[in-house]
């Protein structure tokens, strides 16, 4: 029979960050999504088995939020590796994300759920996870980008695929086309909402996006099949140039 220990933190402690309140934590949930600026998603990394010391590695280097998206576990699993990510995420004062699942999110007491345009609506991602966590979402169009600077319910967006990858597979390219339209808009609108490039980010690729207008990125590849993920992390993360 699969364990049910993933979902014992959440059941004791649902909002923890280390603030006195869970007003005071939807605060400094925000405060770290403000300044993030490096956004990791791996998978549970079961062929390695280095799961623990891969995220541990990930955050030291200067990743802000990780996210674990991997299709292949099971929900069981899945609440395993993110009670991992959260423990994590907590030593170094980062963020942590379910993807897709907001029932898994809710029970795993992640710091951020993040949706795409065919998942659940964000009306009702709210609704199930409260106001206190961080929500984002996929756009993938200039339209998908203007609905993502106005619907209350939405903490940040990302904007891609910039180049296609095989993370998503038939997925086109957007190019950078988008990312210099979200960056007009911002500049255009005076939004503050946090957006991330994504899409085929590396350390090749890294200073198009910034040219492009992003300042914030999604990266995959570029650390989880690094030999030193810490220092491929410490690498992107100087590239950035600060927020403004």
Same mark, same amino acid.
């Given at each position: ?19 006195? =309140?869970? =007003? ?10 403000? =300044? ?154 005076? =939004? ?53």
């Amino acid at each position: 029979m699969a364990s049910n220990a993933g979902i014992a933190p959440f059941l004791s402690n649902p909002f923890d960050g280390g603030a006195s =309140s869970t =007003s005071d934590t939807a605060a400094l949930y925000r405060q770290r999504l403000a =300044s993030a600026q490096l956004y990791l998603c791996t998978d549970s990394r079961k062929g390695k088995g280095d799961f623990a010391d891969f995220v541990d590695a990930a955050y030291r280097g200067g990743v802000d939020i990780i996210q674990l998206r991997d299709k292949n576990i099971e929900a069981a699993e899945e609440l395993a590796c993110l009670d991992v990510l959260r423990a994590a995420a907590q030593r170094h004062g980062k963020l942590f994300s379910a993807n897709d699942r907001a029932d898994i999110a809710l029970l795993s007491g992640a710091h951020v759920l993040h949706v795409g345009q065919d998942d659940v609506s964000l009306p009702a991602a709210r609704h199930l996870m409260g106001p206190h966590p961080v929500i984002g979402l996929s756009t993938h169009t200039p339209a998908q980008v203007d609905a993502a600077m106005t619907i209350d319910e939405l903490d940040y967006f990302c904007a891609g695929p910039v180049w296609a990858t095989p993370t998503k597979p038939g997925r086109a390219a957007a190019g950078l086309e988008l990312v210099q339209y979200a960056a007009a808009r911002t500049t255009e609108t005076g =939004s503050q909402r946090a957006w991330f490039a994504i899409g085929g980010i590396d350390h090749t690729t890294i200073g198009h996006v910034i040219e492009a207008g992003a300042r914030r990125v999604v990266v995959v590849r570029a650390i989880t099949e690094a030999n030193d993920p810490c220092s491929a992390a410490e690498s992107l993360k100087s590239a950035l140039p600060p927020l403004s």
